[in-house]
Every structure is written in C-alpha cells, then in structure tokens.
C-alpha cells in the first residue's frame, strides 16, 4: 500500500517562528499536495507539486512556501508563523488520479 | 467554477439503520468522483472512486452511485454500526485534475 509519511501529528509554535511540515511518500507518486482543513471549510489546497523542484500555488498560498528538492518529500513552510495558521495540514500524493493522504499534522500557533 | 455541497453537514442515527450521504456538484465535466472517511483528528482514508463512465462502486457495506448529468452522487450505508461514525467527504476530480471537495457529512451511530 501507497503510504504517506507526516513527520508530527501535533505541533505548537509561537507566532513568528519559522515552521517546516515534513511529507514524505514511498511510492514513487509525481504528484503531492498540501492542503489545509479548517471546521466549515473543508480542505483547501495551498500549494502542490508535479515534479521536483516544480510547484505552483494552490488557492491560498499566501503565507507558505514549499520545498520538493526530492522526488519522494514535499515540505510545507511557514516563513512567520501566525495565529490564523492554527490549522489541520494534511498532505497527499497521487499516481494520476488517485489520491493517497497522510495522517494530518495539527498545527497550533500561540 | 467546480462548486461540491454536501447535504446534511451532520446525520445522527440509531445503529442498524441504512442510510444516505449526498454530494453534488456543478459542472459535470468530472474525471471521478471519490468519497473518503475522516476519524476526528485524524487523515482521510479512501473508501470509492466512481470513474466519470461508471454508475456505482461497492465495497462491503458501502455503495456509492454517480449520475453525472445531474450532478449527484450518494453513498448509501447499509446496516450502520457505531464504527461507521466519523466524517464523510466527497471530492470530485475536476477538468484540471484538481480536487475540489465538499465540506463533508458529520455522521453519528447511536448504540
């Protein structure tokens, strides 16, 4: 089974820190994807990649930044951490159209 | 723009009950249609993938039907079981290959 790695379950960082969210993937997917999860908002796509070193901006990136310097790790980045980043992050790969998740990371900004 | 509803955002029920979750959407030029489960706290986990030229996926319990030209699909539970509580989501592959989601159903199995 495809399986997609997200280094911390929970995370609490004070504002203006600088975060990195680690994604790893084991199955050779092109694509992966980072998306956060807020109540009443559902899932809402930040940035997602079709190649390594490529990306491009999903429909909030502002804020966050993204690293794929390897085929099989994407990373989320918060230059400043902010309170309105307190969010469940959930990253994703797939191999054309189907999609595979990790287990989410909850993110807490004090 | 690809816009996905899910109707209810909550359904309690008692156990034992068939039931029905709904998804629709706005533009019918979909790749697929997937439905996913989602534990509190936790990632979502893949229950059926409906490609754009099929009507219905089963997995055990689960079926799950797709009518493209009205834009719906259900998924309907049989014989729910207090496990089956957690949050249903919908998402449809659109013409870009994004995933667009709905906000997801709620749902609660009372013993």
């Known amino acids: 089974d495809v399986k997609v790695t997200q280094s911390s379950r929970y995370l609490v960082k004070r504002t203006g820190e600088k975060v990195f969210l680690e994604c790893v993937q084991d199955?050779?997917?092109?694509?992966m994807f980072w998306y956060r999860q807020d109540p009443g908002l559902g899932l809402r796509l930040i940035y997602f990649?079709?190649?390594?070193?490529?990306?491009e901006k999903g429909d909030i990136p502002e804020g966050y930044s993204v690293s794929r310097e390897k085929k099989e790790r994407f990373s989320l980045i918060l230059e400043s951490a902010s309170t309105n980043q307190t969010s469940m992050y959930l990253c994703?790969?797939?191999?054309?159209?189907?999609?595979?998740f990790g287990s989410g990371t909850r993110l807490t900004v004090v | 723009k690809q816009e996905v509803t899910q109707i209810p955002a909550a359904l309690s029920v008692p156990e034992g009950e068939n039931l029905v979750l709904n998804c629709s959407f706005t533009d019918s030029a979909i790749y697929n249609l997937q439905w996913f489960r989602q534990d509190p706290g936790k990632g979502l986990t893949s229950l059926l993938l409906i490609q754009s030229s099929q009507r219905e996926q089963t997995s055990g319990r689960l079926n799950a039907s797709l009518d493209k030209s009205s834009g719906r699909s259900t998924l309907y539970i049989a014989a729910s079981q207090p496990g089956d509580s957690a949050t249903y989501l919908c998402?449809?592959?659109?013409?870009?290959?994004?995933?667009?989601w709905g906000a997801g159903t709620k749902l609660i199995i009372k013993p």
């Open positions: 990649s079709y190649d390594v070193k490529m990306k």
């Open positions: 998402a449809v592959v659109d013409s870009n290959y994004q995933l667009i």
């Open positions: 199955m050779d997917h092109e694509n």
């Open positions: 994703a790969s797939s191999l054309g159209i189907r999609y595979t």
